[in-house]
């Protein structure tokens, strides 16, 4: 059973929120459930944070963090590959792929990893993501937990495009699906904009948001039964990423590190990626636009820029590490953004400017919860290919060029 109206009103109104239920008594039924069941799963206590949300993301005293460089990661490959080899064996790897997101950008209204970036056949970006994973599959000779997280606008169609391609191959046991928790969306004085009569604006909670996600859709049952140890989590645009890779696996084995961090070494000081570093002693990631002209010249002691790698959304975590940054409050991100809404004569408004905030938890606040990090780099021509838009940087058409490179075909 649901919560009931006067428990939605009450909800609401603790968080000055009671203008969402104006509409109820002209909705239909099924409205009417539609939107107290939305009611009940959403936090509402994000929307305060609007007043202050400059004092969220104030940084403490950054320092660089060493990472484990090629030569050292050549020089004992083959010990880190039987390691990492041993934990997927032993079924302690699983691995997460965040795929909430859609292919706007691209032009296209489907979820993203359904993208053809193919030239002369078809060429999906979930199908390019797959066969990789399959690649340490075979090699290991071991089937891997493969945890999917959608959203709320795109779970039916990745699910339903899955299923139609037979999962490109990967045993459909092994495949779970979950859909990212939803942050209300808010005007800039926090109060939350409807969408419709019966339903309020809402977006993802980030991607940081991943493991609550994973954990409140039941997949941590998943986890413990399998007796899984590690994530390896990453993200959805990257078609040359390598996942569960047994080198990685074994160098954070190694080091004992509570969570690893596939980075590539920038190709520019003011290149747009996330920089790892030291926060106050704490692993942290520095977002590009945060970096001061200080930062970027500071160079180490081989005359090396000392912010040189940048991380490229791959992590391998320990579970019970994530078991206790769950303990505590993940920091706030409050975000500007478009928001479609409905107005006051119940006209859709799409606004040209932004017009007000959402809230997102990030992987890199995860990050910064942990006590140590290994960065590892990894070869950008070969493990570093992603998409985000459609011509340019960043591109379809720059990392079609580099699976061509990498013996894809396409």
């Known amino acids: 059973m649901g919560i009931t109206y006067s428990q939605a009103k009450e909800k609401l109104e603790a968080f000055g929120q009671e203008h969402i239920l104006c509409y109820y008594e002209e909705l239909k039924e099924e409205e009417k459930q539609a939107l107290l069941a939305q009611i009940e799963g959403t936090d509402f206590s994000v929307t305060a944070f609007c007043a202050n949300k400059e004092e969220l993301v104030k940084k403490g005293r950054i320092s660089p963090l060493k990472a484990m460089e090629l030569p050292e990661i050549e020089e004992n490959r083959e010990t880190f590959c039987k390691l990492g080899e041993e934990a997927l064996l032993a079924g302690k790897v699983g691995a997460v792929l965040l795929a909430g997101g859609m292919g706007t950008r691209l032009g296209s209204d489907d979820p993203k990893g359904m993208y053809d970036i193919g030239l002369t056949k078809e060429v999906y970006i979930f199908e390019r ?118 080198v990685f696996v074994g160098a954070v084995l190694d080091k004992n590190c509570d969570v690893g961090a596939k980075v590539v070494r920038k190709n520019a000081p003011d290149e747009k990626v996330g920089v790892i570093c030291l926060e106050d002693g704490r692993p942290s990631i520095v977002e590009y636009y945060e970096l001061t002209e200080e930062l970027m010249s500071a160079k180490d002691e081989k005359g090396d820029p000392a912010y040189n790698f940048g991380v490229i959304l791959n992590y391998l975590f320990r579970v019970s590490a994530l078991d206790e940054i769950l303990e505590k409050k993940l920091p706030l991100h409050v975000v500007e953004k478009k928001i479609p809404y409905m107005d006051a004569e119940g006209n859709f408004q799409k606004p040209e400017e932004p017009n007000g905030y959402k809230f997102e938890n990030l992987v890199l606040d995860m990050i910064h919860q942990l006590e140590n990090c290994l960065p590892f780099e990894v070869i950008r021509e070969k493990e570093f290919a992603p998409i985000k838009n459609k011509t340019g940087i960043d591109s379809v058409e720059s990392a079609r060029k580099l699976l061509l490179e990498n013996g894809v075909e396409l």
Do not use: C
């Open 129 to 246: 993501l797959i066969s990789n994973l399959l690649e340490v599959v075979r090699k290991v000779d071991t089937w891997i937990h493969f945890f999917v997280m959608t959203s709320e606008k795109n779970h039916d169609a990745t699910v339903n495009f899955l299923k139609e391609h037979d999962f490109f191959g990967y045993r459909s046991d092994y495949v779970h699906f979950f859909s990212q928790e939803m942050a209300p969306a808010a005007d800039y004085s926090g109060k939350v904009y409807m969408e419709s009569k019966y339903r309020f604006s809402t977006s993802p909670n980030g991607n940081g948001g991943w493991y609550i996600s994973m954990k409140n859709k039941g997949m941590s049952d998943i986890v413990r039964q399998a007796g899984i140890e590690w994530l390896n989590v990453f993200a959805v645009d990257n078609v040359l990423q390598r996942i569960a890779d047994p």
